[in-house]
């Protein structure tokens, strides 16, 4: 039942990405800030929720660039790694404790609205903790329900949000991220995704 349901999720979520906007312009828009913002010789990034890595290849050729993915489905880690074996990737309860001021990016690509608020809230703790001074988040989430587009994109997301059991605003997302010290530096909405780059 589990897997069956976890399944689904999965397809789900790569519907609602074919039907709104391109997975290779979102993955060219976060590699070209990254590369025009990181000026240090070592870029870290972690990819919160990577599922299948699919962000991994986009730094591939960037030999200053060093990406780890992490996220708590085995079966996507274990399909991961067989997707690039140049990039690091953890399974969420591996136990991993990341060493404090380590990031200079954090990717959290459609991740929160599959969360609890109380996952949530550990999670910003967790970031705060490993992103560096001046590190950027940057997220991208589902736009409020009342700005989505598209009948196929609603009847998508209701039956998501049914699986998941889960209500989501990026509004409430956004709020979270500035009462624990987080500052907005860019904001933009393509389709009916938004994207929020902050830094500490």
Do not use: W
């Amino acid at each position: 039942m589990f897997y069956g349901r976890m399944k689904l999720n999965i397809f789900l979520h790569y519907i609602l990405q074919f039907l709104t906007r391109s997975i290779e312009e979102e993955k060219r828009i976060i590699r070209t800030f990254i590369l025009q913002r990181g000026i240090s010789k070592n870029i870290r990034i972690l990819d919160f929720g990577c599922g299948e890595g699919i962000f991994s290849a986009t730094f591939g050729d960037a030999n200053k660039i060093k990406y780890i993915g992490i996220d708590r489905d085995f079966n996507s880690i274990k399909f991961a790694r067989e997707l690039n074996r140049s990039a690091i990737f953890f399974v969420n309860d591996e136990n991993i404790c990341f060493k404090i001021k380590n990031f200079d990016f954090i990717l959290l690509n459609n991740v929160l609205h599959h969360m609890t608020h109380n996952e949530i809230e550990i999670l910003l703790s967790e970031i705060k903790r490993v992103l560096k001074e001046n590190g950027v988040l940057i997220v991208t989430e589902l736009a409020p329900r009342d700005q989505q587009k598209g009948i196929f994109f609603k009847i998508i997301t209701f039956f998501e949000k049914k699986i998941n059991r889960i209500n989501y605003c990026c509004d409430d997302f956004f709020a979270g991220f500035l009462k624990r010290g987080f500052n907005k530096i860019h904001y933009s909405k393509s389709g009916n995704f938004v994207k929020y780059i902050l830094t500490i």
